[in-house]
């Protein structure tokens, strides 16, 4: 079940919720789902690193590709991974635009923090957003990979949003 909270409510759940605990923002396009969570933790002093999964064709491009070693397959690092060892925020957008097969490595992903072996360090933070309503094409997410996330509906005020608005000099 999906709890309700505006933009002062959503940057309180990202302060108090801990880095092993994952977040699903449901809400429509254009809300700033995406612009509220960068700014955060960027804040922070934490790279986040957005994954657009509605415009990923293949696993490979989420999990990297695999090469021979030693008689085995192993696969190379995906390019976004953090090499330098310091915690990322993991923004998983468009979830539920992903293709099935990118679903399945999600699910790993949001379960053990791991990616074809290579596990996120340590403190990483894993934060997906979806479009909800019937306007919009989307993919059926699994229960099991919905339960792996703290489910919230992000409804902005439009007190907030005209604040915003000001403050981003839009008409």
Known sequence: MAVSINIAELLKVLKKTPAEQNIM????????????????????????????LGQMADPGDLIGLPEKVNNSTEFLLPYWFPKDGKPIVLFLDELNRARPELLQTVMDLALNRKLAGHSLPEGSRIISAVNDGEEYQLTDLDPALVSRFNIYNFLPTTAEWLLWADQHKID
């Open 25 to 52: 923002l449901c809400g429509k396009h254009g809300i700033g789902k995406s612009e509220i969570l960068t700014k955060y933790y960027e804040e922070q002093g934490m790279k986040v690193v957005p994954l657009f």
